[in-house]
């Protein structure tokens, strides 16, 4: 059994998390702002099905990029010396989520409900949530999602409706997060996607000592402007 949540912005112990399925460690509470912040300050992220009680995860190992770590393949440099795009940040953060919730080939649904929506864009609203989108002229073609906390940054999802679009939003998230130096990009849970760009696994434990000492790194405030020179 897990443990069901009450009204406080508390969780259990992350040791306490169960291996099957791997890290699912409560449930229930509500998606508030303030509870949104006091999980990803210990690592742990909402991740369920639209209709379910609300399941919270610290998986065990857990993904991450280091952006020193970054892994950029030869096609993919040939796509960033293009000049047919632009990185846009944080100019429509609901949109950038919104096409991430978009079915994808294999998947029956999506786990970013019009609630979980609501609930970033609210945390986009005060300064931790943020979009790096990719622009084909008027056209939005690909991005990602995720928050900040000191020089933390929490990866959520990302989409692509072009060839390397959301590629090329990484590639410069991570550059700019470099510059900033940021210790590390959460990932969550493994993919090949992620690991072809030099993700890797380490251990919750950790995870949980990086994130606890990036976390309390002065929070940058309001909406975020990349450097120009990595941005074009």
């Not at 590639?171 to 590390?184: I, P, S």
Request: charged letters at 25%.
């Amino acid at each position: 059994m897990i443990p069901w949540l009450g009204r406080a912005h508390t969780f259990p112990p992350l040791e306490s998390a169960l291996t099957e399925p791997n890290g699912l460690l409560a449930a229930g509470g509500d998606l508030a702002p303030e509870r949104l912040l006091a999980a990803y300050r210990r690592g742990i992220f909402p991740w369920f099905s639209e209709g379910d009680p609300i399941l919270w995860w610290s998986p065990d190992p857990r993904m991450v990029l280091y952006p020193a770590e970054l892994k950029v393949s030869r096609s993919l440099r040939k796509s960033l010396r293009r000049d047919d795009y632009e990185i846009r940040v944080d100019t429509c953060f609901r949109e950038v989520m919104a096409a991430c919730a978009e079915p994808r080939v294999g998947q029956a649904g999506t786990w970013i409900s019009p609630a979980m929506i609501d609930a970033y864009a609210a945390l986009f609203s005060r300064g931790y949530a943020h979009s790096v989108e990719t622009w084909r002229g008027d056209r939005l073609v690909g991005g990602l999602y995720g928050l900040t906390l000191g020089r933390a940054f929490f990866g959520e999802s990302m989409f692509a409706r072009a060839t390397d679009a959301s590629k090329l939003a990484l590639v410069h998230l991570v550059r700019q997060l470099e510059r900033w130096e940021f210790g590390l990009i959460d990932c969550q849970m493994r993919t090949t996607h992620l690991a072809s760009l030099g993700a890797r696994e380490i251990s919750r434990a950790a995870f949980s000592r990086q994130v606890e000492q990036l976390v309390h790194y002065p929070q940058p405030s309001g909406s975020w402007t990349f450097d120009r020179d990595l941005v074009g």
